[in-house]
């Protein structure tokens, strides 16, 4: 490709420089080989402006950035925002992805529902692949995640990847992070999903207000007018979701049981599984769902509302739902004890996902609620202690213990937690913790063992050492039952 091919992105029409040959994007200059374009962004730890000449010296074939930067012997291309135009950059580059993509956002869920889709399209006979914080997958392929949203550069690489293979369908998760960072810009949405809202990453935006406004980028930034937006119709933020999709001019689609796309008629749950009763287009559908969680009958709606909307017929969306299998780490039921006390590996690191797991449970529980979570370091600290409150609030036995701390001191994370639980026991080595609790397991008691899911770490510092929750929990068993 030529600089000229990046025309109406980037300000090369009628330079010396359009005849440039591009080997590649990058917004990294520890990557940049020749030929590449280098974007400088401005970024939370450092000014990718500051690496300018040190891109240049590897042999960019252009610098783009917010501003002029002046001395460098490579042309430099000013635009206003350099994040957007590396997004769409990225995807003019690669050229391919596949052809049906949905992307969805809100606080919860958004693994949940990616991998959901994913499996209505293979159950619909399509090649789907779905793409978040577990990773990607596809036919083939199953890579372990590290963003939730990739940065704009891997992601269309990987779009192309996925279209190369054949894959037609792709879910994707927005996270407020990749939407505000214009990760996404540069992606061909035909759908967007919302689920809920909740507290989250209030140390990266300032108010709820703000958190909102960036999620609602994906309707009113990336959507096509008239594009369908799927949205849970139960949360306190889906009304003013619903007024931002309407104001964006898209085509709103409501489900839940004020749903009026795919409405929620009723319910009945039991541990592992629960029957919905589902009204679409007059049509009553029963829906037996194979997964334990109330919260998971939203997620698989929105997923249904994201098939359905993209061109799968409504029986078939809602038959796949009887064949979901969990994403990995969401209300994952590892093992039972003897007795059958089930223990349960969760993903719940927000104030309001670990609110809704524990509810979710409590029905079946007919002796004790135990909870083993903490608070992850270098994050929102002001969730540690609403967290100790609900935990404290819904669980019978509290086990505050450690969540990658990070660079933080973790008797201070724990302290925090601790602050508003009192009477939780406080057992900072998350091994002993998972050990202590599945050995205090008495027939009928549930353990939620939160914060962690599918991850495979522990960072302590800027160390990370292997650790997994299921393996824990899992080499718990087997000691108990020996
Ligand atoms: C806080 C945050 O979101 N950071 C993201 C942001 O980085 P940044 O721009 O702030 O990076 P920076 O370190 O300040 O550096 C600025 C620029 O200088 C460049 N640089 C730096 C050093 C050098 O030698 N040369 C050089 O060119 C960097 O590549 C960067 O372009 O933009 C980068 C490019 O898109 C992201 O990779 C990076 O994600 C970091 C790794 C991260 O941990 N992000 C997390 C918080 C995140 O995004 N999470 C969300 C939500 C999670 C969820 O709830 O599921 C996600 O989507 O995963
Ligand atoms: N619809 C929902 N409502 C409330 N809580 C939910 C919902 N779906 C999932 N959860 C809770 O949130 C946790 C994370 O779910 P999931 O990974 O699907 O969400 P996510 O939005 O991708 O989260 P993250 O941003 O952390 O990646 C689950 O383990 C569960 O505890
Ligand atoms: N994507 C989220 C995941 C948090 C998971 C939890 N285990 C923690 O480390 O806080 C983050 O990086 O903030
Ligand atoms: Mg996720």
Not at 129 to 156: E, F, K, M, Q
Not at 281 to 290: K, Q, S, T, W
Not at 294 to 303: E, M, R, T, Y
Not at 350 to 370: C, H, M, Q, W, Y
Request: aromatic fraction near 4%; charged fraction near 20%; charge should be negative.
């Amino acid at each position: 490709m030529k600089l000229r091919d990046l025309a109406g992105i980037l300000p090369v029409e009628g330079t010396a420089s359009a005849d440039l040959e591009v080997t590649g994007i990058s917004s990294d200059s520890r990557q940049v080989k020749p030929g590449v374009v280098f974007f400088a962004l401005a970024g939370t730890k450092a000014d990718g402006a500051t690496y300018a000449a040190d891109a240049a010296g590897r042999g960019a074939a252009a610098i783009v950035a917010g501003n002029a930067i002046a001395g460098l012997p490579v042309p430099v291309l000013a635009v206003e925002d350099p994040r957007l135009a590396l997004a769409l950059s990225a995807a003019r580059y690669f050229g391919r992805q596949p052809e049906t993509m949905v992307a969805v956002t809100g606080t919860s869920g958004k693994t949940s529902v990616a991998a959901f889709t994913r499996q209505i399209w293979e159950q619909t006979g399509y090649a789907a692949a779905s793409i978040g914080t577990t990773g990607v997958v596809a036919p083939g392929r199953n890579d372990y995640g590290s963003l939730t949203t990739p940065d704009p550069v891997a992601l269309h690489q990987l779009l192309k990847e996925l279209a190369d293979a054949g894959v037609t369908h792709a879910s994707m998760e927005a996270s407020s992070h990749g939407l505000d960072q214009r990760r996404l810009d540069g992606v061909q949405l035909a759908a967007g999903g919302f689920t809920n809202l909740g507290r989250d990453h209030m140390d990266y935006h300032p108010t709820v207000e703000d958190y909102h406004r960036a999620k609602m980028r994906l309707f009113d930034a990336l959507l096509p007018k008239g594009a369908p937006a799927v949205i849970f119709a139960d949360d306190p933020w889906s009304a003013p979701t619903i007024h931002a999709a309407q104001a964006a001019g898209l085509d709103v689609l409501t489900v839940g049981r004020h749903g009026d796309f795919l409405r929620l008629k009723r319910v009945e749950h039991e541990r592992h599984r629960q029957r919905a009763e589902v009204e679409a287009d007059g049509v009553l559908y029963e829906v037996d769902l194979p997964l334990a969680g109330d919260f998971q009958i939203s997620n698989a709606l929105v997923s249904a509302g994201l098939a359905i909307s993209t061109g799968t017929p409504v029986a078939k969306a809602l038959m796949a739902l009887e064949k979901l299998k969990g994403a990995p780490g969401r209300l994952d039921l590892v093992g039972t004890t003897a007795q059958g006390a089930p223990v349960y590996v969760d993903y719940a690191h927000k104030p309001d996902a670990l609110e809704n797991v524990l509810a979710s449970v409590r029905p079946f529980t007919t002796g004790r609620v135990i909870v083993v979570f903490g608070c992850g370091g270098d994050r929102d600290r002001g969730k540690r202690p609403i967290m100790g409150e609900i935990a404290t609030r819904l669980a019978d036995v509290v086990i505050v213990t450690d969540d990658n701390p990070r660079s933080e001191v973790p008797e201070t994370i724990r302290a925090a937690i601790l602050a508003a639980a009192p009477g939780a026991i406080e057992i900072g080595d998350r091994r002993q913790a998972i050990h202590d609790a599945v050995a205090m397991l008495h027939a009928g008691d549930t353990l939620i063992v939160a914060g962690k899911g599918h991850e495979e770490g522990q960072t302590i510092g800027s160390e990370t050492l292997h650790f997994s929750d299921h393996e824990e929990v899992r080499a718990a068993l087997v000691e108990r039952a020996a």
